[in-house]
């Protein structure tokens, strides 16, 4: 038996949801207690950009080719094993947006790991807009959505300021209560805490368990493509605004034919674009799309016009 288990926190949320800004903020405030913390970051595909944005800490593990929630779990085990070795005070989890936390939480209590670790705590970070607009998704999406908010104990409904006013963020508040009436709420905005609403039920963290219903999520595909040189900056813009709508998110790093020396982080998620400027960067030139049964052949052929023209 381990004298002082190590803390596990998952950190989940549905694709584009703001967990890797939410996560730069809260890994900050973790370090700064003089902690030894390690993070693993799991991506869908075989592309990490996430690890790429949060390259600054100095115990990184990233899991790609699958989800941490069913295709890795064995792998996560390991990898939880190996972090022990090296003596963390704490593991943070960021699970890819299609994973649900139940199933992770599941792999978390493997008997292995039995007096290691404590039980994980999940936060899971919630689109407030695309939130509200679930029930116009497909059930599979809703469902998961759901899942992820029901299997946590900390709720942050994310992107409040995109709200039209405090009557609408209440209606996301009594939502999520609906789902999980025993989680602590806060609002944030960029990723930052604005506001603690309620503090549920943390004395009593609500353990999942195998009785649990969970859900595959064959639906979900995921490109990833590579450009090889600077691209024309108002043709890649249309490109995204023309995006359909089983196209659910989109990242990744590009640079523009007229600032062929910057780099420009690209997010694309519920039909919002997202451009900042990273610097001069040996970053590959990849993105990588996410959405429900791609038509692949048709959007690297768009994307090849792209380069090629």
Known sequence: MFKNQIEIIIINGFLGSGKTTFLKHYMTSLLKKDEKVALIVNEFGDFDVDSHILDQYDIQLSMTQGCICCDLQQDLVAQIHQLVQQNVDRIVIEATGIANPIDIIMACQDNSLEGIVRYPEAICIVDSLRFLSRHTLTTQTEQLMEDQIRASQRIMINKVDQLVDDAQCQKVIEEVRKISPNCAISLTQFGEIQQSIDNGGMGQLQKVTSDHRHHA?????????????????????????????????????????????????????????????????????????????????????????????
């Open 217 to 309: 999520h064959a639906q979900y595909q995921c490109l990833k493509y590579a450009f090889e040189n600077p691209i024309n900056q108002d043709e890649f813009v249309k490109f995204i605004l023309n995006l359909p709508d089983n196209i659910l998110r989109l990242k990744g790093f590009v640079t523009f034919r007229n600032m062929p020396n910057e780099t420009i982080l690209v997010q694309f998620a519920n039909q919002v674009p997202l451009f900042d400027t990273v610097g001069q960067t040996d970053k590959p030139r990849t993105i990588v799309i996410i959405g429900e049964h791609l038509d692949t052949a048709k959007l690297r052929n768009q994307l090849d016009m792209l380069q090629f023209s």
